[in-house]
């Protein structure tokens, strides 16, 4: 298994301020993602977030409203910048130990809400 | 992306066996099918993944269809706990490995 900590757990964020949620797993891992999870609905993968290089946005999300870090094999960072309410969500991080591994293993999630 | 489709939500009564279906009729050559469960205020958790063949653990079991183009999920005695919404995913292994979340079903179970 791998052991994920997210940080902040929750926070409450003023529209226009932004925040960055960090990502320690117990062990290096290979590919690691972020997703978000809108009130009552599914997981959106955000982005993959890659060792050493640029991260891999889906469509729909953007280097400047969710800039990524991943400067080694254990750890990564999310920002949301410029925050409106409708970035209120939870954000996960989740992480797999090889590429082919089947089992992904997820954080507890950063609840945000913005006013 | 290969999508998946499952029903939104589906009750079962305690002790008895859950199937929980899932078609993939987009599903390619080298897609894994993946099923994660999430609890109430919990991140999701892995149960299971298969390719081709028929899977067993201790939590579940993964019927595949011969064509790959539907799976179903059998929890084989449903408890209290079990009930969560349940992900079927298709994961692409030759491209780009990511894993993505489909809409879900809500398992309820009944005392």
């Known amino acids: 298994s791998a052991v994920i900590s997210q940080k902040p757990s929750r926070d409450i964020c003023q529209r226009g301020t932004s925040l960055t949620i960090q990502c320690q797993v117990d062990?290096?891992?290979?590919?690691m993602f972020w997703y978000r999870q809108q009130p009552g609905q599914s997981l959106t993968l955000i982005a993959t977030?890659?060792?050493?290089?640029?991260?891999?946005?889906e469509s729909g999300f953007v280097i400047d409203k969710f800039p990524i870090s991943r400067p080694n094999l254990t750890f990564s960072t999310l920002t949301v910048s410029n925050m409106s309410p409708e970035d209120s969500s939870i954000y996960l991080c989740?992480?797999?130990?090889?590429?082919?591994?089947?089992?992904?293993?997820f954080g507890e999630g950063s609840r945000l809400t913005v006013l | 992306d290969a999508k998946t489709t499952q029903p939104n939500s589906m009750e079962s009564n305690e002790e008895e066996p859950v199937h929980l279906p899932c078609n993939h009729s987009?599903?390619?050559?080298?897609?894994?099918i993946h099923w994660y469960r999430q609890l109430p205020s919990q991140g999701p958790e892995y149960v299971i993944h298969?390719?081709?063949s028929n899977v067993n653990n201790r939590m579940a079991s993964l019927a595949i269809a011969e064509d790959r183009k539907s799976s179903t999920l059998i929890l084989h005695r449903a408890t209290l706990r079990d009930a969560a919404v349940y992900y079927c995913?298709?994961?692409?292994?030759?491209?780009?490995?990511?894993?993505?979340f489909g809409t879900g079903t809500r398992l309820k179970v009944l005392a």
């Open positions: 989740s992480v797999a130990r090889t590429v082919n591994t089947g089992e992904l293993f």
């Open positions: 995913i298709l994961r692409d292994v030759e491209g780009t490995y990511k894993y993505i």
């Open positions: 062990s290096q891992v290979t590919m």
């Open positions: 298969g390719l081709t």
């Open positions: 977030a890659n060792q050493g290089s640029e991260a891999t946005y």
């Open positions: 987009t599903i390619s050559g080298t897609d894994y």
